[in-house]
């Protein structure tokens, strides 16, 4: 049964393989769509839809990859994928819009650009147990991402509450986005707001937290409001 306490989720996957129907008894002919089955199975459970090549009649290849609506990305690399025109634009399209990628390694070199993130083997995800700690740490990155959204929030209850859930967001995964955060800060209105947003910076202990939160105060007439 699917999570309905949490929001929805699109994850684009993105592959080399061509795509195949799945057969009657469940099969595949190719392995990484057999692999995006399980995936969107498991993914289900966790309130997160799994995008396989999501291509419409008559539609224009190249401008559609470059616009797929997605919050995420698990690129599934092979030497097929890293060769793959359609791929790089996928993965660029996915930098280009801020969306967090999850790399899953089948084979091949890992490229420079993606080493610096811990990624699966794709034998983990043969696991229900691989395929939840995925979709765990993909909510987890487009959790704050949405929060960081909704501090602009013209309606203050809502701001507010947006502020004090990325407060109780991942520590680690908001240090990745400090930097947007102080971006974003002189153009939130609600000062408690402001103020939530603050102390969840401080709580990421990052080394620039602090530096930051000087600067942020700046902007601020009197201490934050308790």
């Known amino acids: 049964m699917g999570n309905s306490g949490q929001d929805r989720i699109t994850v684009l996957f993105s592959h080399a393989c061509a795509?195949?129907?799945?057969?009657?008894?469940?099969?595949?002919?190719?392995?990484?769509?057999?692999?995006?089955?399980?995936?969107?199975?498991?993914?289900?459970?966790q309130n997160i839809h799994l995008l396989v090549d999501p291509f419409d009649p008559g539609d224009h290849l190249m401008l559609r990859m470059q616009t797929f609506r997605f919050d995420?990305?698990?690129?599934?690399?092979?030497?097929?994928s890293l060769m793959s025109k359609p791929?790089?634009?996928?993965?660029d399209t996915a930098t280009t819009n801020g969306r967090p990628i999850f790399s899953v390694h089948a084979n091949g070199v890992v490229p420079e650009d993606l080493r610096q993130r811990f990624y699966l083997k794709e034998s983990?995800?043969?696991q229900p147990e691989g395929i939840d700690r995925?979709?765990?740490?993909?909510?987890?990155?487009?959790?704050?991402?949405?929060?960081?959204?909704a501090?602009?929030?013209?309606?203050?209850?809502?701001s507010r509450q947006a502020a004090r859930d990325l407060y109780w967001d991942d520590p680690s995964v908001l240090a990745e986005h400090l930097t947007t955060l102080e971006g974003k800060y002189p153009t939130i209105e609600d000062e408690y707001t402001r103020a939530?947003?603050?102390?969840?910076?401080?709580?990421?202990?990052?080394?620039?937290?602090v530096p930051i939160v000087e600067r942020l105060s700046v902007h601020e007439a009197s201490p934050y409001p308790q």
């Open 19 to 45: 795509p195949e129907i799945c057969h009657a008894k469940g099969r595949c002919t190719d392995a990484a769509v057999c692999r995006s089955c399980r995936l969107s199975r498991g993914f289900r459970r």
């Open 72 to 80: 995420a990305l698990v690129f599934l690399i092979s030497e097929q």
């Open 87 to 91: 791929c790089t634009i996928e993965r």
């Open 124 to 126: 983990e995800l043969d």
């Open 134 to 149: 995925l979709a765990k740490a993909i909510r987890a990155h487009v959790n704050v991402q949405r929060h960081i959204t």
């Open 151 to 158: 501090t602009l929030d013209e309606e203050p209850s809502r």
């Open 196 to 209: 939530w947003v603050a102390w969840a910076i401080q709580r990421t202990k990052a080394p620039q937290a």
